[in-house]
């Protein structure tokens, strides 16, 4: 930790919906964590950052904010949206910031099947679904670049920049072959649409084979988006590490998330690799209003997020017992009723919980 040995500051942000009752029981967890490793402490730093406060207050953000979340070493993440707020002023006034202004420019979605769950694609079984997405999160299609002009006219124009840049494209490719590296397949799939898509893409394709070269090691392969769609449903197993755009990666995260068995279970983490800023760990699911307050949210994908930012911090031994804890808890049948269980939130936390003191 920046601020003197095993003492950790996280930035909690719970947000809105379903995002404020699973983080609420997150941090349950982390404190069990805590106690039990008893080697590092958290201060846990509660922000109302949320469509609520906006409602009420015309920000998100409040201006002492970013000195806030720049104190901290990580942040852990609910979800935003609200039924009252347009989902893209939610999204430019509050996430989408925070990755610009925090150099959060890799985003990184770890998805396998875990133990009790199931594919909804037939012949698929655990081990054949076990992916890491690398996508690029600072430019390309999300970019924020262009313009409307002859508003409110039969005439109207809309201008959606997507922009890419050799730095941006450089150091994602860089990230996702260490990433690759890593892994026991050491194979990474690189996913463009640079036969319809002739400047960027091709951009991202040529710096994908210039990369290539300083990790003789890694097998590549490259993909059209439309057909790694395909591939993903068909033949799961043949993928490993996969890097996309903005754009694609957002999608195919998603379709990945839901063929691992829900989208309930899997976490995102978006990173500022050169550790200048604090890193964001959060559920991939949204703030789901249809079930929010109801206590029936399922609550993995924030304690896999939680154990991706023990992680990131450097405390491997509790990120592994805590993943392991979820996978047992998952395997056991505590599961949500998203994943077919008879489960509460509550109830998972406390499964959770109590295997994390087990089996330490
Ligand atoms: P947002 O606008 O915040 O993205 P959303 O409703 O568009 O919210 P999600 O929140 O991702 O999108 O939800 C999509 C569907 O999946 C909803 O029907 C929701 O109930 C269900 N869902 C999402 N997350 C969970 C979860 N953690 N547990 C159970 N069901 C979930
Ligand atoms: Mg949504």
């Known amino acids: 930790?920046?601020?003197?040995?095993?003492?950790?500051?996280?930035?909690?942000?719970?947000?809105?919906?379903?995002?404020?009752?699973?983080?609420?029981?997150?941090?349950?967890?982390?404190?069990?964590?805590?106690?039990?490793?008893?080697?590092?402490?958290?201060?846990?730093?509660?922000?109302?950052?949320?469509?609520?406060?906006?409602?009420?207050?015309?920000?998100?953000?409040?201006?002492?904010?970013?000195?806030?979340?720049?104190?901290?070493?990580?942040?852990?993440?609910?979800?935003?949206?609200?039924?009252?707020?347009?989902?893209?002023?939610?999204?430019?006034?509050?996430?989408?910031?925070?990755?610009?202004?925090?150099?959060?420019?890799?985003?990184?979605?770890?998805?396998?099947?875990?133990?009790?769950?199931?594919?909804?694609?037939?012949?698929?079984?655990?081990?054949?679904?076990?992916?890491?997405?690398?996508?690029?999160?600072?430019?390309?299609?999300?970019?924020?670049?262009?313009?409307?002009?002859?508003?409110?006219?039969?005439?109207?124009?809309?201008?959606?920049?997507?922009?890419f840049t050799r730095v941006g494209i450089e150091r994602t490719m860089r990230f996702a072959f260490e990433v690759a590296r890593e892994r026991p397949r050491r194979k990474l799939t690189m996913v463009t649409k640079s036969n319809a898509q002739r400047y960027g893409m091709v951009l991202w394709d040529k710096i994908f084979y210039e990369v290539a070269k300083e990790y003789p090691d890694v097998e590549t392969d490259k993909m059209l988006v439309d057909a790694m769609a395909v591939r993903m449903v068909l033949k799961p197993n043949t993928l490993d590490t996969i890097v996309a755009t903005n754009l694609h990666g957002d999608i195919l995260s998603d379709l990945a998330a839901a063929l691992a068995g829900s989208i309930g279970v899997a976490s995102s983490s978006s990173l500022d690799p050169t550790r200048q800023n604090p890193s964001l760990f959060e559920p991939i699911h949204g703030s789901a209003p249809d079930i929010a307050g109801l206590g029936i949210a399922n609550p993995v994908g924030t304690f896999w997020s939680a154990a991706e930012m023990l992680r990131w911090l450097g405390e491997c031994a509790a990120a592994d017992l805590l993943l392991r804890a979820i996978e047992t808890v998952t395997a056991n049948g505590a599961k949500t009723k998203d994943l077919g269980g008879m489960y509460n939130l509550a109830q998972v936390t406390e499964a959770v919980i109590v295997e994390v003191k087990r089996s330490f």
């Open 1 to 163: 930790a920046r601020n003197g040995a095993c003492r950790y500051k996280i930035a909690s942000i719970p947000g809105d919906g379903i995002g404020i009752e699973v983080v609420e029981q997150t941090i349950k967890v982390l404190r069990a964590i805590e106690a039990v490793f008893n080697s590092f402490t958290l201060d846990i730093d509660t922000l109302d950052w949320s469509s609520k406060r906006y409602l009420e207050k015309g920000e998100y953000i409040p201006a002492d904010g970013w000195q806030r979340l720049k104190a901290s070493d990580a942040i852990l993440f609910g979800a935003v949206g609200s039924p009252e707020v347009p989902d893209d002023v939610s999204l430019w006034n509050l996430i989408l910031p925070l990755r610009k202004k925090l150099n959060q420019y890799i985003n990184l979605r770890p998805i396998r099947i875990l133990p009790g769950l199931s594919s909804p694609l037939k012949n698929c079984a655990n081990g054949d679904l076990d992916w890491v997405i690398v996508r690029e999160n600072s430019e390309g299609e999300y970019a924020g670049q262009g313009g409307t002009t002859h508003d409110d006219t039969p005439n109207t124009i809309a201008n959606e920049v997507a922009v």
